[in-house]
Protein backbone atom coordinates (compact mmCIF):
# COMPACT_ATOMS: atom_id res chain seq x y z
CA UNK A 1 0.00 0.00 0.00
CA UNK A 2 2.86 2.40 1.20
CA UNK A 3 4.75 1.30 -2.12
CA UNK A 4 1.39 2.25 -4.34
CA UNK A 5 1.23 6.02 -2.38
CA UNK A 6 4.93 6.52 -3.28
CA UNK A 7 4.24 5.61 -7.12
CA UNK A 8 1.28 7.45 -7.17
CA UNK A 9 3.11 10.51 -5.89
CA UNK A 10 5.58 10.61 -8.37
CA UNK A 11 3.68 10.30 -11.00
CA UNK A 12 1.25 13.14 -9.61
CA UNK A 13 4.84 15.10 -9.69
CA UNK A 14 5.52 14.14 -13.19
CA UNK A 15 2.47 15.20 -14.11
CA UNK A 16 2.76 19.01 -12.23
CA UNK A 17 6.25 19.07 -13.93
CA UNK A 18 4.79 18.37 -17.16
CA UNK A 19 1.68 21.10 -16.75
CA UNK A 20 4.43 24.11 -15.34
CA UNK A 21 7.01 23.36 -16.99
CA UNK A 22 6.75 21.15 -20.24
CA UNK A 23 5.82 22.16 -23.77
CA UNK A 24 2.32 23.55 -23.86
CA UNK A 25 2.26 23.76 -20.29
CA UNK A 26 1.90 27.30 -17.74
CA UNK A 27 5.01 28.61 -19.03
CA UNK A 28 4.92 28.16 -22.61
CA UNK A 29 1.08 29.81 -22.82
CA UNK A 30 2.31 32.57 -20.64
CA UNK A 31 4.94 33.04 -23.20
CA UNK A 32 3.17 32.45 -26.08
CA UNK A 33 0.25 35.34 -24.49
CA UNK A 34 3.34 37.95 -24.05
CA UNK A 35 4.09 37.08 -28.12
CA UNK A 36 0.67 37.61 -28.71
CA UNK A 37 0.19 41.08 -26.68
CA UNK A 38 3.58 42.49 -28.75
CA UNK A 39 2.16 41.49 -32.29
CA UNK A 40 -1.08 42.86 -31.27
CA UNK A 41 0.80 46.28 -30.73
CA UNK A 42 3.14 45.96 -33.96
CA UNK A 43 -0.09 45.71 -35.60
CA UNK A 44 -1.72 48.14 -34.14
CA UNK A 45 1.35 50.09 -35.11
CA UNK A 46 1.19 49.12 -38.82
CA UNK A 47 -2.70 49.85 -38.84
CA UNK A 48 -2.27 53.45 -37.90
CA UNK A 49 0.61 53.64 -40.46
CA UNK A 50 -0.69 52.14 -43.28
CA UNK A 51 -4.03 54.33 -42.53
CA UNK A 52 -1.75 57.55 -42.46
CA UNK A 53 -0.53 56.55 -46.27
CA UNK A 54 -4.31 55.86 -47.33
CA UNK A 55 -4.77 59.24 -46.17
CA UNK A 56 -2.02 60.55 -47.88
CA UNK A 57 -2.75 59.05 -51.29
CA UNK A 58 -6.42 60.01 -51.25
CA UNK A 59 -5.28 63.74 -50.84
CA UNK A 60 -2.26 63.48 -53.54
CA UNK A 61 -5.75 61.93 -55.75
CA UNK A 62 -8.14 64.88 -54.72
CA UNK A 63 -6.14 67.79 -55.14
CA UNK A 64 -3.70 69.63 -56.84
CA UNK A 65 -2.33 71.38 -53.65
CA UNK A 66 -1.18 68.36 -51.84
CA UNK A 67 0.52 67.01 -55.10
CA UNK A 68 2.47 71.10 -55.40
CA UNK A 69 3.28 70.12 -51.55
CA UNK A 70 5.22 67.05 -51.87
CA UNK A 71 6.84 68.58 -55.26
CA UNK A 72 7.91 71.70 -53.41
CA UNK A 73 9.26 70.18 -50.30
CA UNK A 74 10.51 66.57 -51.36
CA UNK A 75 11.50 67.33 -54.82
CA UNK A 76 12.94 71.26 -54.19
CA UNK A 77 10.52 72.41 -57.34
CA UNK A 78 9.57 75.59 -57.73
CA UNK A 79 6.88 77.31 -59.90
CA UNK A 80 7.69 78.74 -63.25
CA UNK A 81 7.77 82.83 -62.25
CA UNK A 82 8.78 82.39 -59.04
CA UNK A 83 11.80 83.19 -57.36
CA UNK A 84 13.87 80.78 -55.17
CA UNK A 85 15.92 82.10 -52.10
CA UNK A 86 17.73 79.89 -49.77
CA UNK A 87 19.60 81.24 -46.71
CA UNK A 88 22.57 79.87 -45.33
CA UNK A 89 23.21 80.10 -41.07
Known amino acids: MRTLLICLFIILLALQ ?32 RNQALLDDITELKSGDQALEEHARF ?3 MIKSGEVYYQFAE
Not at 17 to 44: I, P
Open 74 to 76: ELG
Open 17 to 48: YKLWMGDGGVSGWLNTEHKLDLQKQENKKMSE
